[in-house]
């Protein structure tokens, strides 16, 4: 198993974060990444303009956390696209690979900004297009 102290050794410029924000929604999202079925994901602006989160940026290696906060996998970011939670398409929808309808995104993505108290349709987001740069194994 990968340390995250290792896993920085070797992508200083990562960005740490998780996909989701429960044990079991990350250990779900990882799956998807890991099958190949999500090769997308998005951010909030809400949450880069509070300095939750840092802001995508094409190139750039980021290490996804497995649900115990060790380093599950390593992405890099392939594009980016500005939008909005209501100008969302189907085809970026899609491509997160959680759900087989943009209208099943649309309910998941409320619910998930629902719950972190940022909700609004027009609300900007930032789709990111990603691929695998390494694997380090089942999540702990």
Known sequence: MV????????????????????????????????????RA???AM??????????PR????DIALAPDGTPALVIETLELRE???EMMTEEMALAEGENETLAGWREGHKRYY??????????K???ERFEVVEDFGADG
């Open 114 to 123: 629902t719950r972190q108290g940022i909700f609004d349709p027009d609300m």
């Open 125 to 127: 987001l930032i789709w």
């Open 46 to 55: 809400a949450d880069i303009e509070a300095g939750r989160q840092a802001p």
């Open 58 to 61: 094409v190139g750039r290696r």
């Open 83 to 85: 939008t909005t939670w």
């Open 3 to 38: 340390t995250r102290d290792e896993a920085k050794q070797r992508y200083p410029e990562a960005e740490v974060f998780s996909f989701g924000d429960t044990p079991e929604l990350i250990a779900e999202l990882n799956a998807l990444v890991r099958s190949g079925a999500k």
């Open 41 to 43: 994901t998005c951010s």
